[in-house]
């Protein structure tokens, strides 16, 4: 039939058919959220990723901001993959580096609300086989990175990365060095304390590390874009991952495998997941109240107060508001969580890039929107 209809009416009938496969293709595209309440504010801070991508040559960026627990903003820019021309979405899911700390931190604090252990016990209360050390430390100085294990830097990682293929094996591979420094006389911000708390966790309850994030905290949270980044499996929306050269030349990250450390390192998630997660830490019953003075009071040594809690970085801004942060870099990805909760403001920034200098603009853009929220103060600098 169609074969005996004349050449226009057979074109005008192609290009409505694909009208309607171009809408139902598009319904699939990704999920961006422009709020047009906050129209200018997005423009602004689109203007401040874009910045960004001219100082740091960042092949990707999502971004994600919530206020009151409604997300009005997620947006991907520039690409998942710079040499297919993927562009990044929403849903491309980044290395986090150091943010996978708060996962962890999410997990001890569960466990605790549930009495299967206290974080101001000893450690060798639920671990007695394990080296002892010149001092006694417990799980909280773990998390607050003051129990005296030492930092670990992005090249420690890549060789550690050879060494090591499970948490047990690394581990095992540092226990028995001594502590560098008397348990909360000092900090410093170590992949061991995270490691020893995933140890921790799968000794009280019998249950491998991996499983027990599954099962307690992402399905239950129901962060679904959250996964451990196994470099062997196929991951749907994984973002290729790139680095810079000592010569600022980018280039594709070598293979690293951080399964060995995945309390401390090891996640991909997306610019959503965490914010959900800042939202879900905020207002969620899943933590009590007792979970939240956790996460959020500072740790004192001595007289001097640190700006670190259990899982979490504790600042002001100049304005004097109340800031908790997550900032993540490892070999190709990093990612940022900034929580303002006077606000309810939620912002959070995955890249493909690693940035130790911790330079993602989500204080920026944290800022374009408290100029709306919170004008008189924005106006008003911190003497």
């Not at 890549?158 to 420094?181: A, P, R």
């Not at 991951?235 to 495998?257: F, G, H």
Request: aromatic fraction near 10%.
């Amino acid at each position: 039939m169609i074969s005996n209809m004349p050449a226009k009416a057979c074109l005008i009938i192609f290009v409505i058919l694909l009208s309607v496969y171009s809408c139902s293709t598009r319904k699939k595209n990704p999920r961006i959220i422009l709020d047009r309440t906050y129209k200018n504010e997005i423009m602004e801070g689109r203007e401040a990723v874009k910045v960004h991508f001219l100082t740091s040559s960042a092949p990707g960026i999502s971004v994600s901001v919530s206020i009151d627990g409604k997300t009005i903003w997620s947006e991907g820019m520039g690409y998942a993959n710079k040499e297919l021309l993927a562009p990044a979405k929403p849903e491309t899911k980044y290395r986090i580096g150091g943010t996978s700390r708060m996962f962890t931190s999410f997990l001890i604090a569960k466990l605790q609300q549930e009495g299967k252990l206290n974080v101001n016990h000893s450690f060798y209360e639920y671990i007695p086989d394990f080296p002892k050390k010149q001092w006694d430390f417990t799980p909280y100085q773990l998390g607050v990175h003051s129990a005296g294990f030492p930092e670990d830097s992005t090249d420690d990682l890549f060789k550690q990365s050879k060494t090591y293929n499970t948490l047990k094996d690394y581990v095992k591979g540092f226990s028995n060095d001594s502590l560098l420094y008397k348990p909360d006389t000092y900090f410093m911000i170590s992949n061991h304390g995270p490691c020893l708390l995933g140890i921790l966790a799968e000794e009280v309850t019998q249950k491998k590390f991996s499983a027990l994030m599954e099962d307690v905290i992402l399905d239950t949270l129901g962060l679904d874009e959250t996964v451990i980044d196994h470099p062997l499996y196929l991951i749907e929306n994984r973002s290729q991952t790139y680095y810079q050269n000592y010569i600022a030349q980018m280039m594709n990250a070598p293979a690293i495998d951080l399964s060995f450390c995945v309390p401390a390192q090891g996640f991909l998630s997306t610019a959503d997941d965490l914010n959900k997660a800042g939202q879900i830490v905020l207002d969620s019953a899943f933590f009590d109240q007792e979970s939240r003075e956790l996460f959020f009071t500072r740790h004192k040594l001595g007289d001097h107060e640190t700006n670190i809690g259990f899982g979490w970085l504790i600042f002001k801004d100049e304005q004097d508001r109340q800031m908790y942060a997550q900032i993540g870099s490892t070999m190709g990805g990093s990612s940022m969580l900034l929580i303002y909760p006077d606000y309810k403001l939620v912002v959070s920034i995955c890249s493909n890039l690693s940035d130790d200098e911790g330079r993602l603009p989500a204080e920026q853009i944290a800022k374009i929107f408290l100029k709306k929220i919170d004008p008189r103060a924005s106006d008003v600098k911190k003497e």
